[in-house]
């Protein structure tokens, strides 16, 4: 199992900006595919984007295209999703989530592939 931390939520303007950071547990984190994914009141958790093992390849919803990007640093077991030019209907509770299949060559975005998740970072965007 990998513990999972999420900080830097917060309230900002549209158009504003923030960066999520995750920190990971455990010495396999290098080898699993991570993801963010985001739950609004009322509303089922979706996907916000995903990263391989390896941080060659990334996949993202259509709606965060261009605005958000995730990247990691294996080195220091984190993963982080920079969220630019941000909505109001971007407000949601953030979540990053492990996949625990070792070097997996596919990203996923189902919620239910995903093995390990942290407690979630408020992120709220005022008009």
């Known amino acids: 199992q990998v513990q999972l931390v999420e900080s830097g939520g917060g309230l900002v303007q549209a158009g504003g900006s923030l960066r999520l950071s995750c920190a990971a547990s455990g010495r396999t984190f290098s080898t699993y595919n991570m993801g963010w994914f985001r739950q609004a009141p009322g509303k089922e958790r979706e996907f916000v984007a995903t990263?391989?093992?390896?941080?060659?390849?990334?996949y993202y919803e259509e709606s965060v295209k261009g605005r958000f990007t995730i990247s990691r640093d294996n080195a220091k077991n984190a993963v982080y999703l920079q969220m630019n030019n941000l909505k109001p209907e971007d407000t949601a509770v953030y979540y990053c989530?492990?996949?625990?299949?070792?070097?997996?060559?596919?990203?996923?975005?189902?919620?239910?592939?995903?093995?390990?998740w942290g407690q979630g970072t408020q992120v709220t965007v005022s008009s």
């Open positions: 989530a492990a996949d625990r299949e070792l070097f997996n060559p596919t990203l996923r975005s189902a919620v239910n592939d995903y093995d390990d």
């Open positions: 990263i391989s093992w390896r941080g060659s390849s990334t």
